[in-house]
């Protein structure tokens, strides 16, 4: 044998020995890439119930939408109607009960000041009496 001949050999060998080296992480890789494969299938099987699940309960989430705005159009209604409602019995009896309390605070006034005017006329004439009675 010559020394290009072992030389070959050693190289081969050296080739062989880095191919299996190299088989080793790339079998690795494989299975890795297999229980990927498998996840996202799993994942991809899980998603359609969950999507159709979200769907029914986004339709469901609509129509209880349409009744919450049939009822807020009803409500505001109601509202407008009572505010009529409001305004015509303050226009009606507004007015009349203002001079009736306006009135009866006059009446209040009146025979407070007169009772004072009295109470006072009162204390004067005792205190003459007094004063005459003193002298």
Avoid: C, W
Avoid at 80 to 85: D, F, G, I, P, S
Avoid at 102 to 118: I, K, N, P
């Amino acid at each position: 044998m010559s020394g290009g001949a072992i030389a070959g050999v050693i190289a081969a060998g050296a080739f062989a020995l880095l191919v299996l080296l190299l088989a080793v992480p790339l079998l690795k890789l494989g299975r890795t890439l297999d229980e990927a494969t498998l996840a996202i299938r799993k994942a991809h099987e899980g998603a359609v119930p969950l999507l159709s699940s979200a769907n029914t309960t986004i339709t469901s989430m609509n129509a209880q939408l349409d009744t919450v705005d049939g009822i807020a159009k009803d409500v505001g209604n109601i509202t407008t109607n009572a505010a009529a409602l409001s305004s015509v019995v303050s226009s009606t009896l507004g007015s009349p009960l203002i001079k009736i309390a306006a009135f009866s605070y006059g009446v209040r006034r009146t025979v407070t000041h007169r009772r004072d005017e009295e109470a006072l006329r009162a204390s004067r004439r005792q205190h003459r009496r007094a004063r005459r009675e003193g002298r």
